[in-house]
């Protein structure tokens, strides 16, 4: 049966990645390949669906890495992101700013509490926040940035474990 993972912030071909993310690779190569590597240790089936939460690659010819990671793949807008739309549809199923599903709303960069009031959505699962001290506190938000994931997607079913216990976690420190 087919998984449904996330992960944000791949930073493919991104030579500085490694100075403010908990990356240790050698070389921007290393870290390319590497977090291929990653990806496909936990996405075996290719119909295992992964929601990359933006920030994917910086240059054309890391984007192309994407034809090696397992899965369908699925993004989510991230501002590095800025290639044209048919461009990622060559490696990804469908684009998305924002997606509401599995009972979150999914962003790259995580989305206003006011705004997320508004639109009645309990919980949002985004990326963009490289330092894990830095991660939203509050029994809403949780950061799927590879960075704060130990740079393996994460399943569904743990995620929402991981969003439970964050919840309990905030309700007794508050």
């Known amino acids: 049966m087919a998984s449904v993972y996330f992960i944000g912030d791949l930073h493919l071909g991104h030579r500085n990645i490694m100075?403010?993310?908990?990356?240790d690779f050698k070389t921007i190569e290393d870290h390319d390949e590497g977090m291929i590597e990653l990806w496909n240790s936990k996405i075996k089936s290719k119909r295992d669906l992964v929601w990359v939460l933006g920030d994917v690659a910086m240059s054309m010819e890391s984007l192309k890495l994407l034809d090696?990671?397992?899965?369908?793949?699925r993004l989510i807008m991230g501002n590095h992101d800025r290639f044209d739309i048919p461009v990622y549809l060559k490696y990804f199923e469908d684009i998305r700013a924002f997606e509401k599903r599995y009972g979150f709303v999914m962003s790259h960069i995580p989305i206003h509490p006011n705004e997320l009031v508004y639109r009645?959505?309990?919980f949002n699962v985004h990326g963009h926040i490289h330092d894990p001290s830095k991660n939203l506190r509050g029994d809403k938000y949780f950061n799927a940035?590879?960075?704060s994931i130990?740079?393996?997607?994460?399943?569904?079913?743990?995620?929402?474990t991981k969003i439970e216990i964050a919840k309990r976690v905030w309700y007794e420190t508050v």
């Open 19 to 23: 100075s403010f993310g908990q990356r």
């Open 68 to 73: 090696k990671a397992n899965g369908q793949k």
């Open 120 to 122: 009645s959505w309990n």
């Open 145 to 147: 940035n590879a960075d």
């Open 150 to 160: 130990g740079l393996i997607p994460v399943e569904l079913d743990e995620l929402r």
